[in-house]
């Protein structure tokens, strides 16, 4: 008698280990995408766009096609490959600085025309490959290799939400904000980024998933302390929850 498997890695999932932080939550997101995308069979319909940052390698473990865009470019570069690949699945794949600093104008103006793909963001409250510099996300007093003394509102302005930003816009069709720092919070936001990516399926237009995600590096905690500061201080400037979700109305 063979002992049951108690876990299938998803056939979208490559085998290649994975070179982000230990306790980083982009693996635990990656995985989810590939389970996603194995349960919707859309292997061969999906379509990455994975911008500077942390996520840069994103193609060497999601099997699926996979464009590299500049940094802050995504959302623009995912506008064009959807119109001219409109039964595609684009799935924009960006982290805080690159969507709300460099890339701010790309992620208004492609939320704001109401464009067909899914963008997933990954809000870990600094800059990570580069260092641990300040990010948009980065919040008041939060100490980092550019606010050593932590972020002053005086200074460097208040940490911007960008799914309140975005949902002062008319166009987009679905908006929540998520985490993944314990198990009952990643089996959730997978269902989250499980609909938002139907929607696209379904031609409802342009859905946000912003995630709380942890960077024990360049926080100077254990993964452990890093997800526990999710839970007791982030999650406080940015809360959870559903901003918007059209398809309720239907």
């Known amino acids: 008698m063979t002992q049951k498997t108690l876990y299938s890695k998803p056939k979208s999932l490559t085998d290649k280990v994975m070179h982000y932080c230990p306790g980083c939550s982009h693996s635990v997101v990656h ?33 699926c096609d996979t464009v590299e865009a500049s940094h802050g470019r995504a959302a623009a570069v995912a506008t064009g490959i959807k119109r001219v690949k409109p039964n595609k699945q684009v799935i924009s794949y960006q982290g805080d600085g ?64 960008a799914c309140e930003l975005i949902n002062t816009l008319q166009a987009p069709y679905f908006i929540e904000r998520c985490k993944v720092n314990d198990s009952k919070s990643i089996i959730k936001t997978k269902n989250i980024l499980k609909k ?3 929607y696209q399926m379904e031609d409802k237009g342009y859905s946000f998933v912003e995630i709380l995600s942890n960077c ?16 007791d201080i982030m999650q406080k400037n940015f809360p959870i929850g559903n901003f918007r979700d059209n398809g309720k109305e239907a």
Request: glycine share 10%.
């Open 31 to 63: 995985k989810l995408l590939a389970e996603i995308i194995d349960e919707f069979d859309i292997q061969k319909d999906a379509i990455f766009i994975a911008p500077v940052g942390c996520a840069v390698l994103l193609y060497d473990y999601i099997d």
């Open 98 to 161: 690159d969507l709300l600093a460099i890339g701010m104008g790309e992620t208004l103006h492609a939320a704001n025309r109401g464009e067909n793909i899914t963008v997933v963001f990954i809000n870990n409250a600094i800059y990570g490959m580069t260092g641990g510099q300040m990010a948009p996300t980065t919040l008041v007093g939060q100490k980092t290799a550019t606010t050593a003394a932590g972020r002053k509102p005086s200074n460097e302005g208040y940490p911007i939400g």
């Open 196 to 198: 938002a990516l139907k």
């Open 216 to 231: 024990p590096t360049n926080w100077g905690l254990s993964p452990k302390d890093s997800n526990k500061w999710i839970e």
